[in-house]
């Protein structure tokens, strides 16, 4: 016959409870408010989507009209070519394309412009000779 072993659970008091818990709840708020991890990254998204509507808007309603009238059809939305089954309408991949060049165009341009800055900014400290 097998022996049994007698397993000895032992409940936590209500003080140590308390520790533990304030300690849980000292950790998080150090986590969220104190090192700003949560919140920094709440407001980046934030940011990062009023940039994305900037440069969704730069790209629809400045470049593409500029850009359309060398297009034979008037727009690459209308584009398509056609197949047996039906037209294969690539004109909303190309738009997309285009969109995410002149997407990353733009932040290239801000984040030179924000390098260009900093150069300054540094020449500036530097003490002249």
């Given at each position: 016959m097998p022996?049994?072993?007698?397993i000895v659970i032992v409940e936590?008091?209500?003080?140590?409870?308390?520790?533990?818990?304030?300690?849980?709840?000292?950790d998080f708020s150090d986590?969220?408010?104190v090192k700003g991890n949560v919140l920094a990254l709440a407001i980046a998204v934030v940011?990062?989507?009023?940039?994305?509507?900037?440069?969704?808007?730069?790209?629809a309603d400045l470049l593409m009209p500029l850009i359309n009238p060398f297009i034979?059809?008037?727009?690459?939305?209308?584009?398509?070519?056609?197949?047996?089954?039906?037209?294969i309408a690539i004109g909303n991949l190309l738009?997309?394309?285009?969109?995410a060049f002149l997407v990353a165009w733009a932040l290239f341009m801000i984040i030179?412009?924000?390098k260009r800055i900093e150069r300054i900014g540094r020449r500036e400290d530097t003490p002249a000779d």
């Open positions: 022996e049994q072993s007698s936590p008091t209500s003080a140590s409870r308390q520790r533990s818990m304030k300690r849980w709840l000292k986590f969220f408010f940011v990062g989507d009023q940039v994305s509507a900037i440069t969704k808007s730069l790209s034979p059809q008037g727009s690459f939305k209308d584009l398509a070519i056609p197949y047996f089954g039906g037209p738009d997309t394309f285009l969109s030179q412009a924000m």
